[in-house]
């Protein structure tokens, strides 16, 4: 098991790097701790059709991109809720949004 991390900061500049390199868009909607902190991720395309990711801790200690919320025509705003609830629980917490039509591909 590796237990190294890359720093928050870095990630984040990756992914939004890869996005755009690729025709997408990316933007930072909260920053976060700058080495350690916490990731979550929306990915839309064209702002619809969102779905928030976040890295979960696995039994074997790796961390998995894990579904956590997806857009509902029912309540459109779920998603923004749920990542500002976070966002004042944990101050570290970074949150980013891609927007891409495959954009899901970006968080392998």
């Known amino acids: 098991m590796d237990t190294a991390r890359i720093p928050a900061h870095l ?3 990756g992914l939004l790097r890869a996005v755009e390199a690729q025709g997408g868009f990316g ?3 909260a920053k976060g701790e700058h080495e350690a902190g916490t990731l979550l ?3 839309c395309d064209r702002g619809t059709n969102g779905c928030l990711f976040e890295r979960m801790p ?5 961390r998995k991109w894990t579904l956590s ?3 509902s025509h029912e309540n459109p705003l779920e998603i923004t809720e749920y990542w500002q609830r976070r966002k004042r629980q944990d101050h570290d917490l970074w949150v980013i949004e891609l927007d891409h039509p495959e954009a899901t591909r970006f968080l392998t």
């Open 58 to 62: 696995q039994l074997d200690g790796t």
């Open 27 to 29: 933007t930072v909607l």
């Open 11 to 13: 990630e984040v500049a």
């Open 41 to 43: 991720v929306i990915c």
């Open 69 to 71: 919320k997806q857009e």
